[in-house]
């Protein structure tokens, strides 16, 4: 099913003009509106009238966190307050949380970009969503929450944590449809099991998870422990909250809203735009919301972009899964490393839990790295040689595909802390030291 057809199946060239007269807009809006804005184009040399269209984005000046850290609050938005009708803040863990103002149309906005990727998982008026993103400044719950109103369908507001009530509900009102973050899908799958209700008793079908990366592999684990489709939802706080993008029924990459958020890739160390295809830094500019549209938005996600039409119908472009953020990185003895690299391999190793940890340190200027997984209560054994035959092989493939032996230690089953939001997976000492 699709949500908005003409949108969402517009032939390219079409797109490319709508794209054009939204961004136009956009940057007349921002320079006449928003201080910030006006000073770095006029530093730039840039009046609006130079922007004549697509080819003429890599012209504009970036955004990025930082400038809405120093523009704290509200400095970026590009109307008065009274045209404000929500504010969210991103769950940044370290100082001032980002802060981000919606005006009635961009709430409408986010409804319709919302309605299209809930649409795309196949639920509907018919079903009850569950959702178990958390509700409040973080925009997880509150996101999915007015998708599910817009398509219709019967909103279960849940919130994160409280898991015995989660599942009971689940159960009792035959939530058909899921949305939270995988890590905590994870955990709800382990709760169910332990409820002791048979898994035919639940009308479950469909996962709507993000907000943080997840990988084919564990992908794979939440569709086989939950018994549903588990989906992709992209978004993030500053360019509007989940709704960005959206997978479809084929799986396949994450359609985005580029009627609304328009993509580009490019190198994250020079900033130089990179051909289709290319892995980079996703960067958006917002080129129809009102409150705080921002221009060129550097979301230090690394990705790639494929503008293929998809078997679903849809013409609108796919990013394909997201290694992680740039910041994400870890470089250890000089190697770069993703966690999604080591959850990769952790999923296919069958005596292993999806659940990890990894801590890096540094000792007599050596970085140190340590991998703590979880083994299956069923698989795991006082048997020294054959919990050292265990270790050995996942040494083994850590090493063939990062090129790093980490020092893996089993853990017994459960031990490894549950999350009920974005997981922390990391701990690296060496930030500290
Ligand atoms: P914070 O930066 O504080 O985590 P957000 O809650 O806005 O703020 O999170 C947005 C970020 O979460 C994205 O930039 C991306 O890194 C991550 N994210 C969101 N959805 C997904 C997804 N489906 N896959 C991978 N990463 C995601
Ligand atoms: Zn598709």
Redesign the pocket.
């Known amino acids: 099913m699709i949500w908005n057809e003409a949108i969402e199946c517009m032939r390219r060239d079409e797109m490319r003009k709508l794209q054009e007269m939204r961004f136009k807009r956009t940057v007349e809006r921002v320079y006449h509106n928003c201080e910030p804005y006006r000073k770095r184009m006029q530093e730039a040399g840039i009046a609006p009238d130079d922007f004549r269209g697509i080819d003429d984005v890599a012209k504009l000046p970036f955004t990025s966190k930082k400038d809405l850290r120093d523009y704290y609050p509200f400095r970026l938005l590009s109307v008065p307050m009274s045209e404000i009708v929500r504010l969210q803040a991103?769950?940044?863990t370290t100082g001032k949380p980002i802060v981000v103002g919606y005006t009635r149309r961009d709430l409408g906005i986010w409804s319709e970009v919302g309605a299209r990727c809930f649409t795309a998982y196949g639920l509907g008026k018919q079903d009850v969503v569950q959702v178990s993103y958390g509700y409040g400044l973080?925009?997880g719950g509150l996101g999915a929450h007015c998708a599910v109103e817009t398509i219709g369908g019967a909103v279960l507001p849940m919130s994160s944590g409280n898991t015995e009530k989660q599942i009971m509900l689940m159960h009792d009102f035959g939530a058909v449809g899921l949305a939270c973050t995988p890590s905590y899908a994870l955990y709800l799958a382990d709760a169910m099991k332990d409820s002791g209700i048979p898994r035919e008793e639940f009308k479950l079908k469909v996962g709507a998870f993000?907000?943080?990366?997840?990988t084919e592999a564990m992908r794979r684990e939440l569709q086989e422990k939950l018994g549903i489709k588990a989906y992709?939802?992209?978004?993030?706080?500053e360019i509007i909250g989940p709704g960005v993008g959206h997978e479809c029924a084929c799986q396949n990459g994450t359609h985005l809203c580029e009627d609304h958020f328009y993509p580009e890739i490019v190198d994250p160390t020079t900033g130089e735009p990179l051909p289709a295809g290319q892995t980079g830094e996703l960067v958006f500019s917002t080129i129809s919301k009102e409150g705080m549209p921002l221009l060129r938005f550097r979301?230090?996600?690394l990705t790639s972009l494929n503008y293929e039409p998809c078997l679903c119908g849809r013409t609108s472009v796919r990013m394909n899964r997201?290694l992680g953020?740039c910041d994400d990185m870890l470089i250890i003895r000089g190697v770069n490393v993703f966690p999604s690299q080591l959850e990769a391999v952790i999923c296919e190793i069958d005596e292993l839990e999806p659940h990890y940890f990894i801590v890096v340190d540094r000792v007599n200027n050596l970085d140190t790295f340590e991998v703590q997984v979880e083994v299956k209560a069923e698989f795991y054994s006082d048997e020294m040689n054959r919990m050292l035959d265990l270790r050995r092989r996942i040494i083994h493939r850590l090493q063939s595909v990062i090129g790093l032996s980490p020092d893996v230690k089993l853990v017994e089953p459960r031990s490894i802390e549950r999350s009920q939001g974005?997981a922390k997976r990391v701990l690296d000492k060496r930030k500290f030291n």
Do not use: C, N, Q, V
């Open positions: 991103s769950s940044g973080f925009t993000g907000a943080e990366p997840w992709d939802l992209y978004g993030l706080t979301t230090r996600d997201i953020r974005k």
